[in-house]
């Protein structure tokens, strides 16, 4: 079936994640590019990776700056892979379905592993200096335990979110709208 038959009816729930998803894809792709550009013409990269002081970064941290060309370029494919799929979704290509729940896996277990590399980061900061007060100290401790709980929330809460919409996408009723065509 290379077509939606004319009795298959569009359901409002593809057509709205489409429209976000094109919305937010076309933003992140154009911001993506500028991004980007500005990376490789203004930003010396070879500099800010033998920036004085490197060495003592986190291993977490050292490596983005190393890679952080790649990490860009990446950021740019998955924003233009967003944005096409988008409109695959909204055509009811199957195609773009399936691309659709791959990204929501990937983005479920990114959230799992940005709480991993936060902990990771935030354990290898130093520690305040010796003389510092014991409130600074406090409250150093403070901010970065408010951080890893709002993080832990905030990945939860966008798991939960991806979850239900794989588990849309996946749903008989859903899976019947689209095509198996280009």
Known sequence: MNEMSPTTARSSFVT??????????????????????????FFPVDQMQTANGAEN?????????????????????????????????????????????????????WNVAGIFIQNAIFSAMPAPPPGAPQEFKAQMESMANVMLVFSLVMAVGVSVLFGWLIKRLLSPEIRQEFSSGL
């Open 57 to 109: 970064m986190p291993a977490v941290a050292l490596f983005m700056l190393n890679h952080m060309q790649l990490f860009f370029a990446a950021f740019l494919v998955l924003s233009l892979t967003v944005f096409v799929s988008s409109i695959g979704l909204l055509k009811r290509k199957n195609w773009a379905r399936v691309v659709f729940i791959g990204l929501f896996v990937l983005g479920i277990l």
């Open 16 to 41: 709205v994640l489409a429209w976000i998803f094109i919305v937010g894809g076309g933003f992140t792709t154009f911001i993506s590019v500028v991004q980007n550009v500005m990376l490789t013409s």
